[in-house]
T-cell receptor, first 113, second 113 residues
């Protein structure tokens, strides 16, 4: 497994503002993933972040709205831009391991007013 | 047809009984399958994975896989109230952007003392 931390753990933001979520892993990993979990829903993959390359976004998610950085093998950030109440969700980062299993961080609970 | 379908919940079982959680998937190319447990307000926790047809046992948990039927299940023996959570099935599939976990909508399990 891996020890993953996220900051902030929760935040309440005003519409139109942006929030950057940090994800830190205790060991080097090739791929990091960002998910969104809306209230009462399952996990939806936003994008995959590889170190040294542009993030790969899933259908329905765009870089202008969810810019991602991956400056090294243990760290990534996800920014939620120009937020609206529909962005209120839990945002989770995860890392993969050799057999494609993924381990998740504790999540960031975002409320947009 | 959804990519991953799980039996709708909530599933309620008495303490000590066997809980059976089912999952079907549409991607015949999926080779590995993961079961996650998610307690309310927490991030998903990996509990089992399986690659080969047949059964895989780990303590009170047994994962069953039938690739021909595109079916995977999780049995929890001697269910305990602490097993009450949402269980997420996640085949590793191949989308347009590469390999990724594809999560089902989850089955909520309630174990009654």
């Amino acid at each position: 497994s891996a020890v993953i931390s996220q900051k902030p753990s929760r935040d309440i933001c005003q519409r139109g503002t942006s929030l950057t979520i940090q994800c830190q892993v205790d060991s080097q990993v090739t791929m990091m993933f960002w998910y969104r979990q809306q209230p009462g829903q399952s996990l939806t993959l936003i994008a995959t972040a590889n170190q040294g390359s542009e993030a790969t976004y899933e259908s329905g998610f765009v870089i202008d709205k969810f810019p991602i950085s991956r400056p090294n093998l243990t760290f990534s950030t996800l920014t939620v831009s120009n937020m609206s109440p529909e962005d209120s969700s839990i945002y989770l980062c995860s890392v993969d391991r050799p057999y494609n299993e993924q381990f998740f961080g504790p999540g960031t609970r975002l409320t947009v007013l | 047809q959804k990519e991953v379908e799980q039996n709708s919940g909530p599933l309620s079982v008495p303490e000590g009984a066997i809980a059976s959680l089912n999952c079907t998937y549409s991607d015949r190319g999926s080779q590995s399958f993961f079961w996650y447990r998610q307690y309310s307000g927490k991030s998903p926790e990996l509990i089992m994975f399986i690659y080969s047809n047949g059964d895989k046992e780990d303590g009170r948990f047994t994962a069953q896989l039938n690739k021909a039927s595109q079916y995977v299940s999780l049995l929890i023996r001697d269910s305990q109230p602490s097993d009450s959570a949402t269980y997420l099935c996640a085949p590793y599939g191949w989308g347009n952007q590469g390999g990724k976990l594809i999560f089902g909508q989850g089955t909520e399990l309630s174990v009654k003392p």
